[in-house]
């Protein structure tokens, strides 16, 4: 199994809605990234968990939550989004967090839209 | 800190070969990167390069390095319509090997 799943595809809520964001692998990597995509830019890193612990935040507002509940699985909690928010939310994973060859594996990602 | 940039469009025709150019600045960078990106989709991982390499060719995909100048060029062959996507370089440097540094992404069109 070479694949990251995401879900949900394409999610839309309220500013004062809570959802989350799921993320799953099962190559057995120990590096997951959240990424946040807007429409024909790059992918800017927002969160590294490395071995299921935090490792990098790239001064996320707190209204983003990541959490990892163990080596396969990563979500991403929203609460009090703002609707600048709105992106392609993109999940990867990598099989050595502390070296060179830094191959990431991206999901397909989920489609945010915040009314 | 580092910069990856390249140019944001190159169109092609069915059949000819594509060129997408990419130059960095991080001198220490280890690996570099082709991920393309078909619209609403992820990124996928096309092929990568170790800075100690100058070439290497993975079926219709040719990767060339000139380290000194820190360009990189990913060559396509035989350009077919299913190619037109997002193409972004990316390095990754023994400092940071967590994260990759994304240039702006080429966006590849194939005319048929």
């Known amino acids: 199994d070479t694949e990251v799943t995401q879900t949900p595809k394409h999610l839309v809520m309220g500013m004062t809605n809570k959802k989350s964001l799921k993320c799953e692998q099962h190559?057995?990597?120990?590096?997951m990234y959240w990424y946040k995509q807007k429409a024909k830019k790059p992918p800017e890193l927002m969160f590294v968990?490395?071995?299921?612990?935090?490792?990098i935040n790239e001064s996320v507002p707190s209204r983003f939550s990541p959490e990892c509940p163990n080596s396969s699985l990563l979500n991403l909690h929203l609460h009090a989004l703002q609707p600048e928010d709105s992106a392609l939310y993109l999940c990867?994973?990598?099989?050595?967090?502390?070296?060179?060859?830094?191959?990431?594996?991206f999901g397909p990602g989920t489609r945010l839209t915040v009314l | 800190g580092e910069d990856v940039e390249q140019s944001l469009f190159l169109s092609v025709r069915e059949g000819d070969s594509s060129v997408i150019n990419c130059t960095y600045t991080?001198?220490?960078?280890?690996?570099l990167y082709w991920y393309k990106q078909e619209p609403g989709a992820g990124l996928q991982l096309l092929t990568y390069?170790?800075?100690?390499?100058d070439m290497k060719q993975d079926q219709r995909l040719t990767v060339l390095l000139n380290k000194k100048d820190k360009h990189l060029s990913l060559r396509i062959a035989d350009t077919q319509t299913g190619d037109s996507a997002i193409y972004f370089c990316?390095?990754?440097?023994?400092?940071?090997?967590?994260?990759?540094?994304f240039g702006s992404g080429t966006q590849l069109t194939v005319l048929p």
């Open positions: 968990y490395s071995y299921e612990k935090l490792s």
């Open positions: 990316a390095e990754s440097s023994s400092g940071s090997a967590r994260q990759l540094t």
């Open positions: 990867a994973s990598s099989q050595v967090p502390l070296a060179g060859g830094n191959e990431q594996f």
């Open positions: 991080d001198s220490s960078s280890t690996y």
């Open positions: 390069i170790f800075s100690n390499m």
């Open positions: 190559m057995g990597h120990r590096a």
